[in-house]
């Protein structure tokens, strides 16, 4: 039997097509992620069916449980910041929500809500959100040289985001519960910056509560290590001690 050449070519792009490795799953639900507005700098996820059985849930403080409280019926939440104003997507059932499908809701302003519906390109901050959500049940990707409106020692988160592209954190709601912070500077010099600030942060904090032992152990146990332009801060805290130091 004779095989025509372009019969033969299309038989092995048919074959290299079986062949292919499929792609990995996303980290993010696409569902999801395709609906964050353009106009967000900070992007948080929890998977709140993983939540509600971890040690960390039953120690919320009030407020979290309260801002919880709506996603009784969803299982993953997106939280979208534009610095200013906030987009919750959900997959589930939100009372009071837009629910723009059986499953999916969405919850913040109107125009927000109507960026969330409207055709749009990915936005930036998918990708280290990506990297950061793979096998965390709560995490925080934030864009770079943006002022976030925290409060009370998280305020001093700011002063750390001028300096870098982005910063990402990873929460495992164990007791003790595991973070670890990744922030990516733009060179080498702006991550030793970051690393310096961070550390004197560190020291500062741990001089306002040099007199509390679970606190200065807590903060002791930091591990921060830096490698070209990215610098790693890690730490495993019991979840008591944890909550003494946000709160």
Not at 188 to 207: D, H, K, T
Request: a positive charge; aromatic letters at 2%; one cysteine or more.
């Amino acid at each position: 039997m004779v095989i025509r050449p372009r019969l033969a070519a299309s038989i092995a792009l048919a074959i290299l097509a079986a062949c292919r490795t499929p792609a990995p799953p996303a980290a993010i639900d696409p569902a999801l992620s395709a609906r964050v507005p353009a106009a967000t700098v900070a992007l948080a996820g929890v998977d709140l069916d993983r939540l509600r059985t971890s040690p960390l849930y039953a120690k919320l403080p009030p407020a979290a449980r309260a801002f919880l409280e709506p996603f009784a019926h969803a299982h993953r939440v997106l939280i979208a910041s534009t610095g200013v104003e906030l987009l919750t997507i959900a997959r589930g059932v939100v009372p009071g929500a837009t629910q723009i499908a059986p499953d999916l809701a969405l919850s913040g302003a109107p125009h927000l809500i109507s960026a969330a519906t409207s055709a749009h390109p990915p936005v930036g901050i998918l990708a280290p959100a990506e990297s950061v959500a793979a096998g965390s049940p709560i995490w925080i990707a934030v864009r770079g040289g943006v002022a976030l409106p925290l409060q009370g020692n998280l305020a001093n988160a700011n002063n750390l985001l001028r300096g870098t592209e982005y910063v990402t954190l990873a929460v495992q709601p164990g007791d003790p519960t595991q973070l670890e912070l990744v922030a990516r500077c733009p060179t080498p010099e702006a991550a030793l910056r970051f690393e310096q600030s961070f550390r004197a942060m560190v020291s500062l904090v741990a001089a306002t509560n040099a007199r509390q032992a679970a606190t200065a152990g807590l903060l002791e146990s930091i591990r921060i290590g830096r490698e070209e332009q990215v610098v790693h801060v890690s730490l495993s805290a019991p979840l008591d001690a944890l909550a003494k130091l946000l709160l």
